[in-house]
């Protein structure tokens, strides 16, 4: 049974937190006709074109397919599991694009001024209407508009692209709420789908759309088959190992330090990760309490331990810039007198959990107490942290962080680290561990298979190593020999180019990564 309240209850017999009023029967029946029309027609239009595009690329149905395997086999696909799934994410936000269900919108500009929009100037409280099926179409942006290409979402294209370009959803405060929950849906069913069956386009398709509110596409006719090819091994266990599954144990030294793990939380998800950092100090034996951030200043306020009496983590969404509901009082009360005293020598970090989506705003709260705490004197333990749910990064962000508290929590005490914890900073490559999996060596698999298992393994092993800094592939401009006639010695001049946006001053910190010899990774690999 779902553990939690389902929308018809929660509109029925949930009273408002804040006024402990129900919604009035009419509100209830106007909200259920809304999330019927704006929350099934959307995603069902949606997940047809992302059928009838599958149908006519095979190649991408089969990307789709080994990305699925590789990442859960036919075990459950969990959400950690989808998050991992990029280009299940990449083929989902293409159909989005050519075939955005919503293909326009109107915005209306301030009500009390005039604006500038590009070249035009619009006059106040004035009707915008935003076309996403031109502005999807952008030959500028998206190269070759017509053709569906999921590789323009990878992270090598997405570089630099504006975050207008891609407006599905809308964009600001009156955005689709229903965004997450569809861009879930649609990967569900994506990858459900095909790891069963191979879709093709029946010859008798003849598509035709109209658009009556959202797009309807009609005369789509799909064959579907069901795959025979026996199936790789479940790899579920190594979609569902916990990225930081390290275990620091019960330390003495932490008994009686105090950890206060607060939440700022609108759908749940802070107070699932707050949970787990519940859970961390406990087991590490630290006395824990866990509350929402207005706790704190609410009347019987909640105690904040200060210097090395404790640790105050903080975990919070943002909603269009602003705090999440409960934590709405702390907001105001960050600048007051008494949260200077109260956050004066308070040892912290902040973890913020945003969607990059919002790209004005993101985790806009968050850093903003990472600021307001670090003003008013707090000691920042850990530098803010950041899970984006956009890329699905926010599970990789969270056990980074995780790893990165215990670790300057154990040294500020001065106690010996686990040797686990390194290990756990370097998950291992997925696909390496399913070709173990399949029980054949590198070299018996077909050669676009072992080419497609290498391109990912180090595409995921590069990803890893540079998570965190500013990688660029730098091509050297000049590499000269600078010792003349020396033997056995040699000191070279070299000079590369910067990327655009990017500058160096002395003092900076430069890493170069040379890369490895091919024929040394193949050798590596094959052993
Ligand atoms: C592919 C699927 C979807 C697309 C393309 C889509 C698109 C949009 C767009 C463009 C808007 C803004 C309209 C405007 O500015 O005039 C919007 C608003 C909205 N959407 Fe969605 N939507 C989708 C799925 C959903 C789902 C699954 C739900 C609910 C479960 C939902 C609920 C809503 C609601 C309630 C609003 C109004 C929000 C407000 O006015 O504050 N949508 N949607
Ligand atoms: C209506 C709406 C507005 C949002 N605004 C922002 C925002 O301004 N900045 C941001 O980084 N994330 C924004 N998000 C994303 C949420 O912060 C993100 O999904 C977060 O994980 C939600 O966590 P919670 O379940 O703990 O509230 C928004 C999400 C919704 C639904």
Redesign the pocket.
């Known amino acids: 049974k779902c553990p939690m309240a389902d929308m018809a209850t929660r509109m029925l017999t949930f009273p408002d937190p804040l006024t402990g009023e129900l919604l009035p029967d009419d509100n209830v029946e106007n909200q259920v006709a ?2 019927l029309v ?2 099934h027609d ?2 069902s239009t ?1 997940i047809t074109m992302l059928l009838y595009q599958l149908a006519q690329h095979p190649e991408v149905e089969e990307r789709v397919y080994r990305e699925v395997m590789a990442t859960v086999g036919n075990g459950p696909i969990s959400w950690e599991a989808l998050g991992k799934m990029e280009y299940c994410m990449q083929v989902v936000k293409e159909n ?1 694009r050519l075939f ?3 293909t326009w ?3 209306m500009s301030p009500a009390d001024r005039t604006v500038q929009l590009g070249p035009y100037e619009i006059p106040p409280d004035t009707a915008v209407m935003i076309s996403t099926w031109g502005l999807h179409r952008n030959p500028k942006v998206y190269p070759n508009p017509e053709r569906f290409d999921p590789d323009r979402w990878s992270p090598e294209q997405c570089a630099g692209r504006s975050p207008y370009a891609w407006l ?3 964009y600001g405060k ?6 997450q ?2 861009l879930i849906e649609q990967r569900m069913v994506l990858a459900e789908l095909v790891r069963r069956f191979h879709i093709r386009l029946d010859s008798s398709t003849q598509l035709t759309i109209s658009e009556p509110l959202f797009l309807n596409p009609q005369g789509i006719y799909l064959r579907v088959v069901a795959r025979t090819q026996e199936a790789p091994p479940p790899t579920t266990f190594v979609a569902s190992q916990p990225a930081s599954d390290f275990d620091v144990g019960d330390l003495e030294g932490l008994h009686g330090k105090q950890l206060v793990v607060l939440f700022g939380t609108n759908t749940g998800s802070c107070e699932d990760l707050a949970d787990k950092m519940y859970r961390r100090g406990t087991a590490m034996g630290m006395a824990c309490t866990k509350a929402p951030l207005d706790a704190v200043c609410q009347a019987d306020s909640l105690p904040l331990p200060k210097g090395a009496d404790g640790v105050v983590l903080v975990i919070t969404s943002t909603y269009n810039g602003k705090p999440p509901e409960n934590a709405k009082q702390f907001d105001q009360w960050l600048g007051s007198p008494e949260a200077s005293e109260r956050l004066q020598g308070v040892r912290f970090s902040v973890f913020g959990c945003g969607n990059r989506q919002w790209a004005a705003t993101f985790v806009a709260f968050a850093s903003k107490v990472d600021d307001c705490l670090t003003a008013a004197g707090g000691q920042c333990l850990v530098p803010l942290a950041i899970g984006d749910m956009d890329t699905g990064d926010a599970e990789a962000a969270f056990a980074r962080w995780d790893v990165a508290f215990c670790i300057a929590l154990l040294r500020s005490h001065g106690l010996p680290l686990p040797k686990d914890i390194a290990a756990s900073l370097y998950p291992k490559v997925l696909e390496y561990d399913t070709y173990l999996l399949q029980g054949k060596g590198y070299g018996d698999l077909p050669v676009p298979e072992r080419e497609a298992v290498r391109d990912r393994s180090l595409g995921t092993a590069a990803k890893l190593f540079a998570t965190g800094c500013k990688p660029f592939e730098a091509a050297p401009l000049c590499n000269r020999e600078l010792l003349v006639g020396a033997v056995g010695r040699s000191t070279r001049h070299i000079e590369i180019a910067l990327p655009e946006g990017l500058a160096y001053t002395a003092g900076d910190h430069l890493g170069v990564l040379a890369a490895n010899p091919e024929e040394g990774v193949q050798a590596y690999l094959d052993y």
């Open positions: 809304t999330f704006a929350g959307s995603t949606a989005l955005s269900p919503a919108y109107n915005k599905p959803f809308s009156r955005a689709c709420i229903g965004a929950l569809s």
